[in-house]
Every structure is written in C-alpha cells, then in structure tokens.
C-alpha cells in the first residue's frame, strides 16, 4: 500500500513538473511578446524556440514518450510522421516562397 | 538496483494492478496512435497553407488588427490547465482511487474545454465584427481553416468527456472502459500539442510576418 502511494505520488509529481514548465514557458513567451513587440525576427525566433521547448516538455512528462525500450516502436512511429510532417510544410513553404518571389508578389 | 516499471505503449499505462485492461489495450492504442499520427499530418496542411497564405490579404483586415492576445493567452492557460487534470484523472483511474475522484476530473477538464470552447467562439465573433470572415482573403480562408478545425477537435474532446463520465458512472470500470480514458487522456493531450503550434505559428508567426 505504502509503495504504492510513493510510485502515485511521483508520477503526480510527473505532471505536475510538466505542468509548471509549460506554464512557465508559455508565461516566457507572453512576456517576451509584451516587453519587446511581436514585429522583429529575432523575437520570433526566440518565441518559436520556446514553442518547441514546450512540446518536449509535455511530450515527456504528459504523454510520457521516452527512449525506454518497451515504448520504441511508439517513438518510430512518431518519428516517423514527424519526418513526413516536415517534408509536408517545408516542401510548401520552399515551392510557394519561390514561387511567389518569381511571381513578384513578395519582393527579392 | 529499482527497475524501471515495463511500458507496452505510450503514454500513462494502466499498470500492473489492471493487468487485463493494460494487456487489452495495447493493440487500440497503438492503432489510436496512427489515428493521432494521420491528424497530426492533416493539421500540417492546415498550418502549411497557412503559412503560405500568411501574406495574402487582399486589403482585408490583417493579423494586428484580428488577433486580441489576452483572450490567446487565456485560452492557453485553460486548454494547458485541462491537460494537467485530465492527467489526474488518469492517475486515478491507475491507482484504484475512488470513482467520484475520475469523475470528478472529468467534470473539471469538461468545463474548461468549454470555458476555452466560449472564448474561441467569442474571438472569432469579434474578428467577423471586423471583417474578418472566412471568405475576405487567402490568408482568413486557412485562419478559419485552421484554427476551428482545432476547436472542433476540442468540441469532440468534450462530448467524449460526457459520453464517457456517463459510462462511467453507470458501467464502473470494466476493462474496455479503462483503456478507453487511456486514449481519451491520449487525445487531450494530444489537443494541446497542436494548440502550442497554433499560438506560436498563427498566432505570433501572424503578428510577426503578416
């Protein structure tokens, strides 16, 4: 009984950690947002990094995705659709951009 | 040395104690997996038109104008605190805690799906009070293609969430309703992984490049 209130109470802790990550990355990129204007790269490019910071995070301790053993072939699936993902948007975004820039609809 | 307790997929198991359930629901949630998976890859459209549309405005109202990013950050905080007690469901239903404890979750998560469902219906109210209505520009045609795609998803989530505390409540747990909160917990979570990709690529990307 005792063990098994000890293995209840750390997975809680699990998500409760996750919780507070995500909670404190998603108050970084508010804040960021708000301190210093949404229109330059360069806090986009801090703002999307923080993004992805927040989807390891609740991959990890929410959907509890790791490298253990048992749930490999889970990973290579979704490895896998991430790949495909990526083909998907980067391909249109490289296309389409270059496309449009030999279209003249967005300058050099 | 501890050994680490075995995993047959991801996301929380149900654990030795239902051994049963744990064993049955190893195949559907693999196959609920690729379903995620898939949905995953249609929402990659979504945001790939998107981002290509970004620009595509046709004189018509624009980002700066559209988004409020008090009610985003709102909507954030809710969907990412629904995540957490959806979790705790899970957990209880893990460790043989009392039932009124999942169901009690459940209505916790089911009401802030809706708290999250009104917010994003009421910006999209206010965004159509500016002119910005689906059929104005490209770039409104893949906002609205994409962002309530999500809150259909949510929506579905919340009927689920019903369906499922009634069964609950009237069935108890047998197996197949243990594994089917597992996959329910699966595609919660799953909600906010995409919501993360909203706020950061449609949202901020929006302000910031279109």
Known sequence: MDK????????RRRYVIGYGGSLLLTFAVFGIAYRYGIETPGVYLAISLLGLAQLIVQLVYFLHID???????????????TMVLLIIILGTVWIMGNLAV???TIPM | ??????????????????????????????GFWVFLMSDLVYFGLMFAIYITMIDAQAGGPGPAEL?????????????????????????????????????????????????????EIRDFMSMAEKGGIPQRSGFLSAFYGLVPLHGLH?????????VLGIQLRVFGLTDLLMSRVVRLALFWHFLDLIWIGIITIVYFGGLTYG
């Open chain 2, 67 to 119: 988004f409020d990013l008090k009610s985003i950050f709102a909507q954030t905080l809710i969907l990412l605190t629904s995540s957490l007690t959806v979790g705790l469901a899970m957990l209880a239903l893990k460790y043989n805690l009392p039932r009124w404890r999942i169901v009690f979750w459940f209505c916790v998560t089911l009401v802030l799906g809706l708290c999250f469902l009104f917010l």
């Open chain 2, 154 to 162: 949510v929506t579905a989530g919340c009927i689920w969430l019903i």
């Open chain 1, 4 to 11: 098994r209130s000890e293995m209840h109470r750390r997975e």
């Open chain 2, 1 to 30: 040395m501890k050994r680490a307790p075995t995993h047959s997929y991801p996301g929380l198991n149900l654990g030795r104690r239902h051994a049963s359930a744990d064993k049955a629901s190893e195949v559907v949630t693999f």
């Open chain 1, 67 to 81: 490298r253990r053993r048992s749930s490999r072939e889970d990973l290579d699936l979704i490895l896998f659709s």
């Open chain 1, 102 to 104: 030999r279209m003249h």
